[in-house]
């Protein structure tokens, strides 16, 4: 048998089932398009009658053309290409032999088949399709006469899908048929018949069965129009005589598949009603599912084809994208009328040119071939397990590995350098400030002594300023340092020897009396020398926005000199002299505020309302936050900004209070763990990190609390961005979100109680829910300047119309800045009256980046301290703040 050639694979399935689809079982099919060809048939004599004109032309072998005979309705000659056109006057068995026959005759050779009709009503699909099918199966035949030496079995089964309805056309029974999907014979018919054929008469007999059995009717399209799509089955199993019943036997089986469509066709046109109109619905609906299967197979993507969207199309698949030759005869009427259902014809036909199907032969084995196979198989593959890779390839590998090895150990190495510095940077600071705590006699901390903010003793706050720019890093390095750890109130002068200032010789008497001086400049240097500056930078990044927009308010409150650090000192006392303590109590009833600004070493004087030169009482204004100031300074109704990095800062701070407050709970001798926590009064913050499953409730609570209380206590609304903006729900955030509330509990409590700071803590912070109010109105006045200065006309309208301001009304920035956070229980409008602050200031929004770029990572828990304490009761592994 010729024609089973090396092409020939190995099926294991009886017939082809999913496998064979594609292309499973290690067998390689063959990729083949789908064969289009286009039949038009003469005009009817009722198109005659009407006078219809012929308005397609095969003007070729391949292609048909339209052209309008219509000289009032001109249109542009179309052209079509397909892999063979058949004009009006070609017979079927010229279709046949020249565009089918190939196709067809696969199935001898153990290769599914499949021939199509496909086009609208009384197009002519019958009447091909019936051709077609005699003179495949009558040249099945003659094959089968000219091969002798080969035994075959021929089998046939047919079916009809009526409205969605699968019918068995070789039965009596009228009974629906179910389709069922198994991962071996992949979709089959359940019960249908198949009848072993005795000979071609047989055969034709049966095709008359069907013939009569299918469901037809009358239409005013086609006297006998079929109403069901028919699919005729004629299965080929062929074995070579000479192995019938021996070990080598095998069986090539495959099937050709006629299938004569439903014909497409317009309600309105085929004037169909009731029965007829049903099932026209049924047949373009399952044409319009055939339609999306060949249109996305044809698409050659992996998209997923929507074969189980009709029951023709599950019938189908193997047919259409899988494991067959097929063949699709497009008929087409050329009558006027019909123009339009011709073009969708030639559309489909176009589609279904670019499908690709896998076609294969499909052998199947006696049990006696089948098991020697597999031994065969088995033995193959133990072979191939036996001997090692070859030594090209293991060479490879080894020496990807090893790059890999050698990447991660440099990279460790890397990171074991940063470590030792960033360890070494750590200590020397540590020994620096713990050498001035020994020598500066101090002595044991004071209950009274607060933890100071690191401003040499001598210096106002404001008078930091005067510290040199060259120091400042070193200065807030130390600071933060200080500040966090010791709880003390020894002061340390970065500038000493540097200064000429009385200040500067305060200082320099500080630490001329331990004879540390030396000790600390060298350190000094070397940390400035070592000292990253991109924080530095970065900070400089951020304030610059603040800065020009400060320049574009008109000027800034602060005096000239060392806006920064006086910035950042105001910052700082507004939070220690009224954020974290206003109301709170020494043991003995003073204010801790009180306490905190009266401690040695801090001017007389110089509390809440700062005697620094420049600095005025009534520009004072910085929200509790620091985040804001909105002044009456310079009598100009100036607004300023205070930037990020004060806000950052200040947090900071009150996270390292708290941090500190931490270590001091868990400190036994209770050192400084008396005064600074017990007199502070709060409790110990819970280690969110215990639960971090639960932490994203617990931040989504938190965030809500907070943004609540923000509310109810009218908090700035750049404190709120800065805020919100920051903090997204990371674990480590956990104790400034604790800090935030503490804080906003606090104050709520207190305008609840209707008690009013006292006038030492009456300053940056509101000292009732009226003047919070007040400032919030300002703040949310100056918002809506903003809006005119930041924002475009385009962007402000598009704003009016998302915040449901109308547009004619009037002060419509400032109704927009009303609005900004009020709805507290909206997440919605909390991120975009968020987002648009930020706008508003100039702020992009920080994100996880900038939030790192301010360390703002507070994570206590996740690397426990050493329980040892340095000499100034410092912890070794206290987290960096700066
Ligand atoms: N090529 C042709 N030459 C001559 N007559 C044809 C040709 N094609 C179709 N006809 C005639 O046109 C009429 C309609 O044909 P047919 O029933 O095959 O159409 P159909 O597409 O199957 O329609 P339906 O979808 O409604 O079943 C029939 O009378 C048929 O004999």
Same mark, same amino acid.
């Given at each position: ?77 179309? !052209? ?51 051709? +077609? ?75 008359? +069965? ?48 006629? %299938? ?28 319009? !599912? ?73 052998? %199947? ?56 510095? !960033? ?123 603040? +800065? ?213 803590? %009456? ?66 409008? %909390? ?52």
């Amino acid at each position: 048998m010729g024609a089973i050639g090396g092409d020939q694979s190995v099926q294991w399935d009886k017939v082809a089932g999913p496998d064979a689809v594609n292309g499973g079982g290690g067998s390689v099919g063959r990729m083949d398009r789908i064969q289009v060809l286009v039949r038009l048939r003469p005009l009817s004599e009722k198109e005659v009658a009407r006078g219809e004109p012929a308005e397609w032309e095969c003007i070729n072998d391949t292609t048909v053309m339209f052209r309008s005979t219509f000289p009032d309705r001109p249109t542009a000659p179309t !052209a079509y290409t397909f892999d063979r056109v058949f004009h009006s006057d070609c017979s079927t068995k010229e279709v046949y032999e020249e565009g089918v026959r190939e196709v067809a005759l696969s199935v001898v050779s153990g290769i599914n088949s499949s021939i199509f009709a496909y086009g609208q009503t009384s197009s002519g699909k019958t009447y091909t399709m019936t051709g +077609v099918t005699e003179y495949t199966v009558a040249d099945i035949y003659d094959y089968i006469n000219k091969h002798e030496e080969r035994a075959f079995v021929l089998k046939f089964s047919a079916i009809e899908i009526y409205n969605e309805v699968l019918r068995d056309l070789l039965s009596a029974e009228n009974t629906p048929l179910r389709l069922w999907d198994d991962a071996e014979k992949g979709t089959y018919v359940e019960n249908l018949t198949e009848v072993v054929l005795r000979d071609w008469n047989h055969l034709k007999g049966l095709i008359a +069965v069907c013939e009569a059995q299918r469901r037809t009717g009358e239409t005013t399209l086609n006297e006998k129009s079929s109403r069901s799509h028919q699919i005729l089955r004629l299965t080929v199993e062929s074995s070579a005589r000479e192995f019938l019943g021996k070990d080598k036997s095998t069986t090539l089986v495959a099937s050709a598949n006629f %299938v004569d469509l439903a014909g497409s066709e317009r309600a309105s046109q085929a004037l169909s009603a009731g029965t007829r109109l049903k099932e026209g619905c049924h047949i373009n609906r399952s044409l319009l !599912a055939l339609g999306t299967v060949i249109r996305k197979l044809s698409m050659g993507s992996n998209a997923h084809i929507p074969y189980r969207d009709s029951k023709l199309t599950r019938i189908l698949q193997p047919s259409l994208g899988g494991n067959a030759r097929t063949a699709i005869i497009c008929t087409l009427s050329p009558a006027t009328s019909h123009i339009e259902q011709s073009r969708n014809t030639l559309l489909f036909g176009s589609c279904a040119k670019e499908v690709v199907t896998n076609a294969q032969v499909n052998v %199947v084995m006696s049990d006696k071939a089948l098991v020697k196979h597999l031994q065969k198989e088995v033995a193959r593959l133990e072979s191939e397990l036996r001997q090692p890779a070859s030594s090209s390839s293991l060479e490879a590998l080894v020496k990807e590995k090893d790059n890999q090895i050698r990447k991660m150990e440099k990279e460790i190495k890397e990171l074991k350098s940063q470590r030792d510095l !960033a360890q070494s940077r750590l200590q020397n600071l540590l020994q620096t400030v713990g050498d001035h705590a020994k020598h500066s006699g101090s002595g044991k901390r004071s209950a009274r002594s607060p933890p100071s903010i690191g401003i040499p003793p001598g210096i106002s706050r404001d008078d930091s300023s005067q510290i040199s720019h060259d120091d400042s890093d070193l200065y807030k390095e130390v600071r933060c340092i200080e500040t966090s750890g010791t709880g003390r109130n020894e002061q340390l002068d970065l500038s000493a020897g540097e200064s000429s200032s009385p200040q500067g010789s305060n200082m320099n008497s500080s630490l001329h009396g331990n004879g540390s001086n030396a000790s600390v400049n060298s350190r000094r240097s070397r940390l400035l020398s070592e000292s990253p500056i991109t924080l530095e930078q970065h900070l400089e990044n951020i304030r610059r926005p603040f +800065v020009s927009l400060g320049r574009d308010l008109g000027s800034l409150t602060h005096n000239s000199s060392g806006s920064r650090i006086l910035g950042r000192s105001r910052s700082c006392r507004s939070l220690m002299g009224s954020t974290m303590f206003d109301g709170m109590e020494m043991d003995d009833g003073t204010p801790l505020h009180r306490s905190l600004v009266g401690f040695p070493g801090r001017p007389e004087g110089d509390h809440r309302r700062g005697s620094a030169p420049n600095y005025d009482a009534e520009s004072e204004t910085l929200s509790r936050a620091g985040t804001i100031v909105s002044t009456k300074t310079n009598g100009a109704g100036v607004t300023e900004f205070t930037g990020i990095g004060e806000f950052v800062a200040e947090l900071k701070e009150m996270a390292q209070v708290h941090y500190q407050k931490q270590l001091g709970n868990q400190d036994t001798d209770g050192e400084f763990g008396d005064c600074t926590i017990k007199s502070i009064g709060l409790d110990p913050i819970a280690d969110a990190s215990q639960s971090p499953s639960r932490w994203p409730l617990e931040f989504e609570k938190k965030q809500q609390e907070i943004i609540g209380l923000w509310h109810a206590c009218s908090i700035s609304l750049v404190h709120r961005t800065y805020f919100f903006l920051l903090f997204k729900g990371d674990q480590a955030d956990s104790i400034y979100m604790e800090v935030e509330l503490r804080r906003l509990s606090f104050l709520r409590d207190t305008y609840s109680r209707g008690s009013t700071p006292s006038n030492a803590v %009456v300053g940056s912070l509101n000292s009732s829910p009226v003047a919070s109010a007040k400032k919030l109105q300002r703040e949310r006045e100056m918002l809506a300047r903003q809006m005119q200065k930041r924002l475009t006309a385009e962007e402000r309208e598009h704003l009016y119309t998302k915040w449901g301001i109308s547009l004619d009304s009037k002060k419509r920035k400032l109704q927009v800045a009303r609005r900004l956070w009020t709805n507290t229980e909206d997440l919605e409008h %909390v991120r975009d009256s968020a987002s648009l602050v930020a706008k508003l200031i100039g702020l992009q929004e920080p994100g996880q980046v900038l939030r790192e770029m301010f360390g703002l990572s507070f994570a206590p828990q996740q690397q426990p301290p050493p329980r040892r304490r340095s000499s100034n009761g410092w912890r070794y592994g206290i987290p960096s703040f700066g």
